[in-house]
Structure formats: C-alpha cells, structure tokens
C-alpha cells in the first residue's frame, strides 16, 4: 500500500501528523501538488511537481494509484476516481470515503455547485482546527491498523 497526498491545499496541522505516520509504519508515500509541499524530510516521502491547471495533479495521482492505496484528499471528484479505482480516500478532516458514501458527497458537492454558479454567495466549509486534525489523526490510525499489513 502507497499513500497519495493531493498536496494541493493540505493543511500544515496536518503535515506532523501525516509525517509520523509514515515513519512509524515505514509507507511510501507521493505528495503530488502544482507547486512545492513539504511534508517533512523522509526516505519514505517523495514529491513530484505537475503543470498549473486544476486537474493535473489529480490525474496524476489516479494515474499512479493502484488498488489498495490511500488518497488523502479534500476534493471530492477525486475520492470519486480513487473509489473507482479499488482506492481508499480520506478528507482532511477524517471522512472516510467509500463505496457506500461517495456518491452521497458528490451529488451534495455538485448540487453546492449549481447553487454557486447561479450566482448564489454560499459559505465555504469552516475554518480548519485542532479538532479536525485529531479527527483526520484518529481516522488516519484507524485505517493503518485496518489496511497496512507489512
């Protein structure tokens, strides 16, 4: 199992807990982003930097994703392709998605679209906080325990 991070707008309170995660369980991990991301120094971590347009480092991360690998990701299209793919994906604030739940997510995150581009002014998600990086911490734990079998 490999963990892929869509480095693209990924919280730094999250980067210490991602990075002692992979150290202790000894994962290779890809952090793919349009611009540099640092995680932290670490032989398991490599970074590889895609071209500016909003879906290149997605579909590089698809691209390279195999069955069984991890996606943290916030973008929910994403998490869609990754579930496709035999993937598992979780948001930076601990949702797991699935099979059973992705569609759900979509449709929401689609139906907020319309809303927006019909020229509707909505809310953008909370602010992140401590809270939401141990809820990604707990589910993070939760799923290594479950899915990394070195």
Sequence with gaps: MKIFIDGDAFPNLLK???????????????VIANKKINIGASNHIEYIIVDLGADEADNKIVEMLSENDLVITADIPLADRTINKNGHAIDHRGAMYTEDNIKQYLAIRNLMQEIRDSGEITK??????????????????????????K
């Design 124 to 149: 953008g998600p909370p602010a992140f906080n401590q809270k939401d990086a141990q809820q990604f911490a707990n589910s993070l734990n939760n799923f290594l325990q479950k899915y990394n079998k």
């Design 16 to 30: 210490p807990i991602i990075l002692r995660a992979i150290e202790k369980q000894k994962i290779d991990t890809i």
